[in-house]
């Protein structure tokens, strides 16, 4: 039996608009938070894709809106993002049609490998320093169907391991935090025009917090704070209009 050939992009043109229905669940606390995502393609020349995304968080019956731009090529290579701080496509899973398709196509059960390390000066006294993998696969088709229509998807699943070190300047010391995490999940796309039908994700970190520059001075020589989270993150299309 021949393997089926998907050659999945991005097909979307200037006024296409998609809105996703988030949900951010803490395993500890219990806690659901709604995110509203409405992403708007405000520019595609050919070759690279302008998005405008807003995203409406809503806690304790209030809403928190944010906003960011990003600029893709067809095949979801980020090429700069508005504040470039704030978007990395890898640890973010709730942040729509940022997966990385392979150029040359690919076939069911085919798996690629995307490796990415980042340093992010937030401002002087505070440092990121990202690294990790990402692994997608391709995992078939089926029919997906959400409040915004039937789709033909093919699956992608995705499992990330990363590495975060943060160092924050604190009263004269220095904080180091850092973050180990797995992400791994499924994403639907839309087999056509690529762009996210569904989404689920379950992400699990630990933190842990050096405090011994801090606890120096009294005579404690390691201090070290470590703290687990989980959580889980679906989301889903509730509205597309394509121009």
């Not at 002087?124 to 320093?129: G, I, R, V």
């Not at 762009?195 to 689920?200: N, R, W, Y």
């Not at 405090?211 to 470590?226: A, P, Q, R």
Request: glycine share 6%.
């Amino acid at each position: 039996e021949a393997l089926t050939n998907y050659n999945l992009k991005y097909n979307f043109d200037t006024g296409d608009i998609f809105v996703y229905n988030c949900t951010y669940l803490t395993e500890k606390t219990k806690d659901t938070v709604p995110i509203r995502i409405e992403m708007l393609i405000s520019d595609f020349d050919g070759n690279n894709i302008t998005s405008n995304v807003t995203s409406t968080k809503i806690i304790d019956g209030n809403n928190t809106e944010s906003s960011y731009t990003t600029v893709m090529d067809v095949y979801g290579n980020l090429i700069r993002s508005d504040p470039e701080n704030r978007i990395i496509p890898e640890i973010q899973p709730e942040l729509p049609n940022l997966l990385k398709y392979p150029e040359k196509g690919m076939q069911e059960g085919q798996s690629w490998t995307v490796i990415f390390n980042r340093t992010i000066n937030y401002n002087s006294s505070l440092t990121d320093e990202l690294e990790g993998t990402k692994k997608y696969t391709s995992i078939g088709i089926k029919t997906v169907s959400t409040k915004a229509g039937k789709f033909k998807c093919v699956g992608i699943r995705s499992e990330v391991n990363f590495t975060a070190n943060t160092k924050k300047e604190y009263e004269n010391s220095t904080i180091n935090l850092t973050t180990i995490g797995k992400i791994s999940g499924e994403d639907w796309v839309d087999l056509e025009d690529g762009f996210l039908v569904k989404s689920e994700y379950n992400v699990d970190k630990i933190l842990i917090t050096d405090l011994s520059e801090v606890y120096k001075g009294i005579g404690i020589e390691n201090y070290y704070l470590e703290t687990p989270m989980k959580s889980h993150i679906s989301s889903e299309l509730e509205n597309i209009r394509k121009e």
